[in-house]
């Protein structure tokens, strides 16, 4: 019996924004999806609207409503370390966010 690859878990950064960004998402390892959410749990609920950018741009931004990730994914191939994926930014305030790397796409 040839045995199970392993895929690796999730690779998870933290990291604080305001609206004074966009801020450049860059991917940390190889990797087909990166989910940026605000960190957040029961005693601390989310605050902050976020505003999803295209790699390259500062225009024309989607809104994230509070509690709900920006998603940057890759159909074909690999996100790889250093590459610029998007950009987020607070609709205001500030507030830290999750980037959470994978490789599965849902």
Request: proline share 9%; glycine share 10%; with cysteine.
């Amino acid at each position: 019996m040839a045995p199970t690859p392993q895929v690796p878990g999730p690779s998870v950064y933290t990291f604080a924004i305001d609206g004074s960004g966009p801020y450049i998402v860059i991917a940390q390892t190889w990797c087909r999806r990166i989910e940026v959410r605000e960190n957040y749990d029961l005693a601390n609920l989310p605050q902050c609207d976020l505003q999803q950018f295209a790699p390259g741009t500062t225009s024309n931004p989607g809104l994230i409503p509070k509690g709900t990730a920006a998603v940057f994914s890759r159909g074909r191939g690999s996100f790889v370390p250093g590459q610029e994926v998007g950009r987020i930014n607070t609709a205001s305030g500030s507030c830290t966010v999750v980037q959470i790397e994978s490789e599965f796409i849902v």
